[in-house]
């Protein structure tokens, strides 16, 4: 029998459903989780809730807050490094000037191209392209997630760095100068936030399996390349565009995360 590639991507979806559906079952159906259903009754209710997968309520989002946590801690650790440590400024120091011993003309020309991308004009203008789409569309739940992402950005990276004062990488490596503090990398808060929430309303319109995987993977190979030009260029340390990844990320969890809940109870109230 021959299977398409849709089908197959159905099938691995079925199966890792009924895995996890398989899993929460044998957990409820245990002597000690038994009796604290009887006892009680609603909170074992909601907590089962959680792992449901036939909502987006259910296990996605719990699944999106326990990476969302994570997400946070892993920042907290590494600004606290930059404060405080004395080994990952080396690490960035010695990563910077490895790079630099590196650099060639054609390459530098080219990053600083990529890297204009994540430039604040650059953002506006795409930024407005999108939400001109959305209004079209009358999309407010996605135009109001989008520009919920792009504002906590904006205002996290802005007091991130004026809390943090890092200064930048010296002048000498600098392949142009550059105001404003360090740490986290803005361009690369930017770039996993922007386009991350671009690659997601896309994704959520295609249906076959090969154009989602190329949309994810040019939106992932594009938000690398920015993040790399920042370090390349001499313009950031590798540690402030991990931290922008990181709060790029949380930001974009946010995003999905309110445009999924809106839409599963906007479609709840359909079907009621």
Known sequence: MCVYPHQQYTMKK??????VRSAT????HQPVVVR????????????????????????????????????IMLLSNLTESVVESEWIVTVDKQ??????????????????????????????????????????KKNWVALFAFWITLAGVGLSVKFGKTIISRNRPMADVAYY????????????TTAIALFGMIAYLLHRRLRVPWQRRLLVTLALLLILLICFSRIYLGVHYLSD????????????????????????????????
Do not use: C
Request: hydrophobic share 55%; glycine share 6%; no cysteine.
């Open 14 to 19: 079925i199966i890792l459903i009924d895995k």
């Open 25 to 28: 079952n044998w957990v409820l």
């Open 36 to 71: 604290l259903r009887q006892r009680f009754p609603r909170l074992t209710s909601f907590m089962a809730a959680r792992f449901d997968t036939n909502y987006f309520v259910g296990l996605p989002l719990t699944l999106m807050v326990l990476a969302g946590a994570v997400n």
């Open 95 to 136: 990563f910077t000037t490895m790079l630099y011993s590196m650099r060639s003309d054609w390459l530098s020309q080219a990053l600083y191209l990529i890297t204009l991308l994540g430039n604040q004009e650059a953002v506006f203008i795409i930024g407005a392209v999108v939400s001109l789409v959305l209004l079209v």
């Open 177 to 188: 100068v550059v105001e404003h503090f360090s740490f986290p990398s803005g361009h690369a």
């Open 241 to 272: 565009v991990l931290a922008g990844l990181l709060l790029g990320l949380l930001w974009l969890l946010v995003g999905i995360s309110f445009m999924e809940v809106m839409q599963y109870r906007k479609k709840k109230l359909n079907n009621s």
